[in-house]
T-cell receptor
Framework: ETGVTQSPTHLIKTRGQQVTLRCSSQ?????VSWYQQALGQGPQFIFQ???????GRGNFPPRFSGLQFPNYSSELNVNALELDDSALYLC???????????FGPGTRLTVT | GQQVMQIPQYQHVQEGEDFTTYCNSS?????IQWYKQRPGGHPVFLIQ?????EVKKQKRLTFQFGEAKKNSSLHITATQTTDVGTYFC?????????FGKGTRLSVIA
């Protein structure tokens, strides 16, 4: 086991709603990255958090936002959900300035 | 923006055959990582390559980074059913990590 946990496992939302996904980092890791993985695609980088601040962002609109807490856990918030937001959302924890990322099991989000 | 392309998209092999997946970047990379994702699972880090022309081995897996640091390959010798999954390369240049679409490997026993 990687030690990275995510909740919930699955989620069904309606278009226009808002969702919050949660991630607990592996012990000792201070950096969290969030990815969106559509079916049959590779993970796409959403953003990274380090020391509770955004430390890099991919090509995602502002309705995707995040938080990192003092215990290094993290949240991903998505507002005004669209059908194309349906995907597996993965968080990955690491130690800043190291390269190995440990992925969590993901949250499967379905938007109807 | 930076793009990372992988071929083939799918590969079906008989158990015991070799397998290779190729990764090409539109820009020069500072490093490349490889991940394996089992069906229904999450990506698991395999290795990172940093140096031009670098070759690393992990048991039956051989990873190469091109001289120009724009391409990479993963070769599996004598595949086993446990090798089933999707193999992703992910490159980092001046951008955050960019994943390819992956190569899905099926192994027929």
């Amino acid at each position: 086991e990687t030690g990275v946990t995510q909740s919930p496992t699955h989620l069904i939302k309606t278009r226009g709603q808002q969702v919050t996904l949660r991630c607990s980092s592996q012990s000792g890791h201070n950096t969290v990255s969030w990815y969106q993985q559509a079916l049959g695609q590779g993970p796409q980088f959403i953003f990274q958090y380090y020391r509770e601040e955004e430390n890099g962002r991919g090509n995602f609109p502002p309705r995707f936002s995040g938080l990192q807490f003092p215990n290094y856990s993290s949240e991903l918030n998505v507002n005004a959900l669209e059908l194309d937001d349906s995907a597996l959302y993965l968080c990955a924890s690491s130690v800043q300035d190291t390269y190995e990322q440990y992925f969590g099991p993901g949250t499967r989000l379905t938007v109807t | 923006g930076q793009q990372v392309m992988q071929i083939p998209q799918y590969q079906h092999v008989q158990e015991g055959e070799d397998f290779t997946t190729y990764c090409n970047s539109s820009t020069t990379l500072s490093n490349i990582q490889w991940y394996k994702q089992r069906p229904g699972g999450h990506p698991v880090f395999l290795i990172q390559l940093v140096k031009s022309g670098e070759v690393k081995k992990q048991k039956r897996l051989t990873f190469q980074f091109g001289e120009a640091k724009k391409n990479s390959s993963l070769h599996i010798t004598a595949t086993q059913t446990t090798d089933v999954g999707t193999y992703f390369c992910a490159g980092s240049g001046n951008t955050p990590l960019v994943f390819g679409k992956g190569t899905r490997l099926s192994v027929i026993a």
